[in-house]
């Protein structure tokens, strides 16, 4: 535990950091944010509308990354970070505000993508100056941060700020470059300099984030019955869609999680690194997304079945929403594999084939009903959840 004296100033980890309260309260203002996402793409279901909403998702989860990253070396409960916490977490709030016009500016007011960018670039450049302060010694972190500011902040922000000038998909394309140059770039900044001083704390962190993707799931389904009475039906679509998310959340943290920080584990010094890039910044992304676009998925199935003035039992999905219930659980559970593939080279044939099942199912999706697609989906997952993938668990 920090000192009163530690508190005023930027301290250090140790080893065996976990996450603290600060850092739980930092999450909070993200809930907000992938919520918005998910009503972003939700005001009108459209393949372009998704590649928008995973896009803007890409930009928040590089904003949360950053501090997870800063949060393993420097204590968040030290006075001086918290105050950093609660300014990002501020400037990202007005981010969240921004997202559900960031795409269609609505007249009046201020200019909304603009106004995103600029927020965005601040939480950048809040980063990387906390993360000069919290070792002023540190020569080799110091390179690094330059290269990143130069090759990772730089010339995404300019092609965001480009962006701004143009709507529709122009935009979208213009802000999708940014973002591919932006995660390419780290690869380029190399991984010297960079430390991982509590694996631990880092994969937690990351679990944490999941958690708070599969509460976003949740909130849907609510969000999805909101205005309609309830019925037999609807209660049992909610439920279903419940155990959904309970077996995401069982197939992640009994099958990937623990082998994932066993292995973080393991290594020492730029392995360690490489890994946590690879598996956490790079992987989870896909991750997360999954769980927002299944979240999609499942508050237009809840909403269709509640809403009894316009459709019966009987009625499929349609279109991008009937793509987006089956291929959202088929991009987690891609990410999932792939992550088991990095963290201990073994391929896991069930995760892989059932990723591509899912990813595959919206014809099909289209044919059914679709409460019994919400069924077969959960149905499905929950198997997958208690199977033998083929992941390493971590050893008791």
């Known amino acids: 535990m920090a000192t009163n004296s530690e508190r005023a100033r930027l301290v250090a980890t140790e080893g065996g950091h976990r996450v603290t309260p600060a850092e739980l309260?930092?999450?909070?203002?993200?809930?907000?944010?992938?919520?918005?996402?998910t009503a972003l793409m939700a005001a009108a279901p459209s393949p372009l509308r998704l590649l928008g909403g995973v896009v803007v998702l890409a930009l928040l989860w590089w904003c949360w990354c950053c501090f997870a990253w800063l949060g393993n070396v420097v204590r968040a409960d030290s006075s001086a970070m918290f105050a950093v916490l609660v300014a990002v977490m501020a400037v990202v709030l007005i981010v969240s505000l921004a997202v559900p016009e960031v795409y269609s500016d609505a007249p009046g007011g201020l200019p909304t993508p603009l106004l995103f960018v600029l927020c965005y670039g601040t939480v950048r450049i809040l980063h990387l100056v906390t993360y000069w302060l919290s070792d002023p010694t540190d020569q080799a972190l110091h390179?690094?941060?330059?290269?990143?500011?130069?090759?990772?902040?730089?010339?995404?922000?300019?092609?965001?700020?480009?962006?701004?000038?143009f709507t529709g998909v122009p935009q979208i394309l213009i802000w999708l470059a940014a973002v591919a140059v932006?995660?390419?770039?780290?690869?380029?900044?190399?991984?010297s300099g960079w430390r991982v001083s509590s694996p631990g704390h880092f994969?937690?962190?990351?679990?944490?984030?999941?958690?708070?993707?599969l509460g976003e799931s949740i909130v849907a389904i609510g969000v999805g019955v909101t205005g309609f009475p309830l019925s037999g039906p609807t209660v049992g679509a909610a439920a279903v869609g419940l155990f959904l998310s309970a077996g995401l959340w069982h197939l992640y943290f009994h099958q990937v999680a623990d082998a994932a920080e066993h292995r973080l584990t393991t290594l020492t010094a730029d392995d360690r690194t490489r890994l946590a890039r690879d598996v956490y910044t790079f992987l989870h992304l896909p991750l997360v997304a999954g769980v927002v676009i299944t979240a999609l998925g499942m508050k237009k199935t809840l909403q269709q079945i509640a809403d009894t003035d316009h459709y019966d039992l009987t009625e499929p999905l349609h279109g991008v929403v009937a793509w987006a219930l089956p291929g959202g659980v088929g991009l987690f559970l891609l990410a999932a594999a792939l992550i088991v593939l990095r963290t201990s080279n073994r391929r896991s044939p069930a995760l892989f084939i059932a990723a591509a099942v899912c990813l595959a199912a919206g014809p099909l999706v289209t044919l059914i009903p679709s409460l019994v697609a919400l069924g077969l989906l959960a149905g499905g997952v929950t198997a997958l959840g208690h199977a033998r993938t083929g992941a390493v668990h971590k050893p008791a």
């Not at 500011?149 to 000038?165: E, M």
């Open 25 to 37: 309260f930092f999450d909070l203002v993200f809930v907000y944010a992938i919520t918005q996402v």
């Open 182 to 191: 932006d995660y390419l770039a780290i690869f380029v900044t190399g991984k």
């Open 143 to 165: 390179r690094v941060l330059r290269r990143t500011a130069l090759l990772s902040v730089a010339p995404p922000f300019a092609l965001l700020l480009l962006g701004t000038a």
């Open 203 to 213: 994969a937690e962190r990351h679990g944490l984030i999941v958690i708070i993707a």
